[in-house]
């Protein structure tokens, strides 16, 4: 069984920074490209950032340059370092493969407020 389990979210002004975590308990980091998706209130889920399949690092538009995906192979992790955080980056984070599996973690909550 593959578990995803994303850690990291929080309140924060906008222009701050948070780092969102993501743990699997499964093998699926061995075998496919990982990813960051977001859904907000009342939009549908949207990839945020990703690897490709030698490794490198995509990003929406949106996002580029403030954000920064990481990972860790060894141990079955990913990471998302999100800075100058904005209002619209408010939504809910999850990790998944790219193309997604049809079974979501629970996510972690980003609100960008003052």
């Known amino acids: 069984q593959v578990q995803l389990v994303e850690s990291g979210g929080g309140l924060v002004q906008p222009g701050g920074s948070l780092r969102l975590s993501c743990a699997n308990s499964?093998?699926?980091?061995?075998?496919?490209?990982m990813g960051w998706y977001r859904q907000a209130p009342g939009k549908q889920r949207e990839w945020v950032a990703r690897f490709n399949n030698v490794g490198n690092m995509l990003y929406t538009d949106s996002v580029r340059g403030r954000f920064t995906i990481s990972r860790d192979n060894a141990n079955n992790m990913i990471y998302l370092q999100m800075n100058s955080l904005k209002p619209e980056d408010t939504a809910r984070y999850y990790c998944n493969t790219n193309p997604p599996t049809g079974t979501w973690g629970q996510g972690t909550q980003v609100t960008v407020s003052s």
């Open positions: 499964g093998s699926v980091f061995r075998i496919y490209p």
